[in-house]
């Protein structure tokens, strides 16, 4: 396999992640237009942490499609793996003001919110895929520290 073909499974993944992230940030974006759910308890608090994961997902994402590409500086895997472990340290605070969110919706969003976790699920299961195809390629040993 050359090089860059190994890179395309985490590439493949974290631009799936970044696609369902998209989502929640225009559902839960949306959430701020609606009179209903405009100040609902969570939604701040949760952007306050899905900005940065996004962050780390569209950085996590380029640098996959550097590798793709045919780049072989280990600076780059090194950013990338970074950017992988930053976005979930960030994920698991979405998913609890999520869920703050859920609890506390008025009943008409609750399902709306619900969807907005789904999406959320969807972006962290790509995510622990492209970081399973990562360590395969660098071993564990990249990922210390």
Same mark, same amino acid.
């Given at each position: 396999m050359r090089q860059t073909e190994m890179w395309e499974s985490v590439a493949t993944e974290l631009n799936l992640s970044l696609y369902s992230e998209k989502m929640v940030c225009s559902m839960s974006t949306q959430l701020y237009y609606i009179p209903e759910t405009k100040d609902l308890q969570g939604n701040s608090e949760m952007h306050?942490?899905?900005v940065p994961a996004s962050y780390h997902r569209i950085? $996590?994402?380029g640098s996959a499609q550097r590798l793709v590409n045919g780049e072989r500086e280990w600076t780059i895997v090194q950013s990338m793996i970074s950017c992988i472990k930053n976005s979930?340290?960030?994920d698991r605070n979405v998913q609890n003001w999520l869920n703050v969110m859920r609890d506390t919706a008025p009943t008409a969003y609750k399902l709306f919110v619900q969807n907005i976790i789904l999406w959320q699920d969807h972006a962290e299961r790509h995510l622990q895929? $492209?970081?399973h195809y990562t360590m395969q390629?660098?071993?564990p040993a990249a990922w210390q520290g």
């Open positions: 306050s942490h899905l950085t $996590a994402s979930e340290q960030r895929n $492209a970081k390629i660098t071993g």
